[in-house]
């Protein structure tokens, strides 16, 4: 079976096919995926579930063309082969509290698996942090951290340092406005890329 697309994540993976068949399997072990047919009706369970995470299933049932039971049966499966996730809600934080939001690039001072594992299980622990993405390149981690204040996020970045985890530098940005924030997937435009390998 060739792979064409992958997609990977700490715990999941999802893989587009040559032939657009969906796999998705558990851990970083591509080797034995289990195979899922998600269908166009899946697909569009999906994307209104991730635009409309409360609706209800008689509406959802309605919106897919399928009867509720149907529909909830498709649900549950998403749900137990971890393709949904989780359900949350989008807090306005401008609307709790005045705040900052800071982006992070960080650069550790060693490169081994040890050295990234123990920074990221670091990061985890902290609270301002509310995403933490490991890159390629120049740097090694970004981080995006909400803060009450430039004194809070300057307290943030002495922690950094101080984890002991090998951090070599940090270079600092303060986010002036949100143009995109990410919401959804359209899942279309990852169909449409496998197709257009065939």
């Keep these: 079976m060739q792979v064409d697309r992958v997609t990977l994540c700490r715990e999941f993976f999802i893989a587009l096919t040559a032939n657009g068949r969906i796999i998705c399997g558990a851990g970083n072990d591509r ?28 509406d959802l049932a309605a919106r897919v063309g399928l009867s509720p039971s149907s529909c909830l049966l498709r649900v549950r499966r998403l749900e137990k082969t971890r393709v949904i996730r989780a359900y949350h809600a989008r807090v306005d934080v401008s609307r709790v509290a005045r705040s900052i939001q800071c982006v992070a690039m960080v650069k550790l001072a060693r490169h081994g698996s040890g050295a990234f594992q123990a920074f990221a299980a670091a990061v985890r622990q902290l609270p301002e942090v509310v995403e933490c993405l490991m890159l390629s390149g120049q740097y090694d981690f970004m981080i995006k951290a909400i803060c009450r204040d430039i004194e809070r996020y300057n307290a943030l970045n002495d922690r950094l340092l101080a984890l002991g985890v090998g951090v070599d530098s940090i270079s600092s940005y303060v986010v002036m406005e949100e143009s995109k924030t990410f919401t959804t997937v359209d899942l279309s435009t990852l169909n449409e890329a496998a197709t257009d390998d065939e």
Excluded: C, H, M, T
């Excluded at 034995?32 to 995470?53: F, N, S, T, W």
């Design 31 to 58: 080797s034995k995926p289990y195979v899922i047919k998600l269908d166009q009706r899946d697909l569009k369970i999906l994307a209104i579930l991730q635009g409309e995470g409360r609706i209800s299933n008689r």
